[in-house]
């Protein structure tokens, strides 16, 4: 099953899927993001991690418009050690190169240190480096 989050105009800036047979969360970002879409987007897809019992997720950023540095610190400094928490261990991120999306990506792969993150442009690779953590465990 998979949750909408709609901004104030309606529109859909987010879908969240529990994927059962790779054992990870697919999260696919659309359109502008404010600050306040990306708070409640990384929380809603962080509960719906813990929900499963899962500890991957496949973060998809290439349908974004724009940056995220705007989020950039609270990503970082609050909701990174608390996705951890809640058992969160490997993202992979998809962006666009040379976008304003894959910069901010970029920067979030660089500095955070609660958990594996690495960037790819190949969702089957994503997937791969994702679903390879419970085979290691």
């Known amino acids: 099953m998979t949750k909408e989050l709609v901004n104030p105009f309606?529109?859909?800036?987010?879908?969240?899927?529990?994927?059962?047979?790779h054992k990870l969360i697919y999260v696919n970002w659309m359109g502008y993001l404010?600050?306040?879409?990306?708070?409640?987007g990384v929380q809603a897809y962080t509960q719906t991690l813990a929900e499963a019992g899962f500890h991957c997720v496949l973060n998809d950023?290439?349908?974004i418009i724009?940056?995220?540095?705007?989020?950039?610190?609270?990503?970082?400094?609050?909701w990174a050690p608390s996705a951890a928490k809640a058992g969160l261990k490997?993202?992979?991120?998809?962006?666009?190169p040379e976008s304003f999306g894959e910069s901010s990506a970029a920067t979030f792969?660089?500095?955070?240190?609660?958990?594996e993150a690495k960037s790819f442009d190949n969702l089957d690779k994503a997937k791969e480096w994702l679903t390879a953590y419970y085979s290691n465990k």
């Open 109 to 115: 792969l660089s500095e955070v240190k609660a958990f």
């Open 66 to 78: 724009g940056s995220w540095d705007h989020s950039m610190d609270w990503v970082l400094n609050d």
């Open 10 to 21: 309606g529109r859909v800036y987010l879908t969240i899927t529990a994927d059962r047979p």
């Open 34 to 40: 404010t600050e306040e879409n990306v708070r409640t």
């Open 61 to 63: 950023t290439r349908l």
């Open 90 to 96: 490997r993202i992979a991120m998809l962006a666009n």
